[in-house]
């Protein structure tokens, strides 16, 4: 059994008396995750419950810190179990086993809050290696992207004046300080779990990174290890815990599934415009947040390329 193992939500007791009993589950979790899963247990808290996904914040000084039971169906961030129930019949709901209220807890292999306990079977690689890609072909990724989202229904959810034009300008022109600058007024920038500012230094982060690296261009890499160490210095005293995480994540090149298959379109290797579609349908803002820090990001490492 990869996913799942077995689901039983109440049974009656000796006296007549209906008790809870606990919600067996496997999961396949982000390689990211491995060093909190595999460690001593340790208790955690809940965050947040949504019928596809919840987040559990594990007592410990290392990122991931915060930890994302997901769904099969639900988008995938890179610091996510995937949570099979087997035998489920209709769309598994992570509300219907969880609240806020609960006690959590991960380590030896496993996480559990209140009645769920997941056991982790598999793993995936939030940051698979995208190959080398040719600048021209980057260039006509950039191209397409431009036509996409000059039509996309959705739109970022901060001005794109101001830092966040300071921040992509800094990058492109590769002024460190400039770019620091507005990164740090970006951090924390916007309401909701993951603040649009953040949503956008992840996508830029994740981009002048991997695809820095795949089109040889280091100056682009470097430039965001630097960037990279200021937005994660300030991330945890200035944002939410769970989009800490995920700026953490980003530095280190993992994103959600949903990212990198855009990536992947970017190279050449995928359609592209399928892939951006389903990324301008995460959350609210999110998708086109995240969006628009590819964009800058693969923007940025095409002028290093040709500067290096």
């Known amino acids: 059994m990869s996913v799942g193992t077995r689901l039983e939500r109440r049974t009656t007791g000796k006296w007549g008396r209906t008790r809870r009993q606990t919600v067996f589950a496997g999961g396949a979790a982000s390689v990211a995750l491995r060093p909190a899963v595999q460690a001593p247990r340790r208790p955690a808290r809940v965050l947040a419950v949504f019928p596809a996904a ?3 914040e594990v007592r410990s000084g290392a990122e991931p810190r915060v930890i994302a039971l997901v769904t099969p169906d639900a988008v995938r961030p890179p610091n996510a179990i995937v949570v099979g129930f087997a035998g489920q019949a209709g769309p598994a709901d992570l509300a219907a086993v969880l609240s806020c209220d609960d006690e959590a807890w991960v380590g030896e292999g496993m996480a559990g809050a209140g009645r769920l306990c997941v056991t982790v079977h598999r793993w995936w690689d939030p ?3 995208l190959g080398a890609a040719d600048p021209e072909s980057l260039r006509r990724g950039l191209a397409a992207l431009d036509e996409i989202i000059a039509t996309a229904p959705r ?9 966040a034009a300071r921040l992509a300008a800094g990058c492109r022109t590769g002024s460190l300080a400039d770019a620091v600058t507005a990164a740090e007024r970006l951090i924390g920038l916007g ?10 230094l992840c996508g830029l982060l994740v981009a002048m990174r991997r695809l820095g690296h795949a089109a040889g261009a280091p100056r682009a890499v470097w430039f965001a290890d630097w960037l990279a160490a200021t937005v994660t210095y300030h991330a945890r005293t200035s944002t939410t815990p769970i989009s800490a995480t995920l700026l953490h994540c980003a530095a280190r090149g993992e994103a959600s599934r949903e990212v990198l298959a ?3 379109g970017l190279t050449g290797r995928r359609p592209l415009a399928p892939a951006v579609h389903r990324l301008l349908e995460v959350g609210h803002t999110s998708g086109a947040d995240l969006l628009w820090g ?6 940025a490492v095409l002028v290093h390329w040709e500067r290096p």
């Open 262 to 264: 855009v990536l992947h």
């Open 54 to 56: 919840a987040y559990l």
């Open 155 to 163: 739109r970022p959810g901060l001005d794109l004046g101001g830092d």
């Open 294 to 299: 590819i964009h800058a990001g693969l923007s």
């Open 191 to 200: 309401p909701g779990l993951t603040p649009s500012g953040d949503d956008m």
């Open 127 to 129: 940051a698979p290696p």
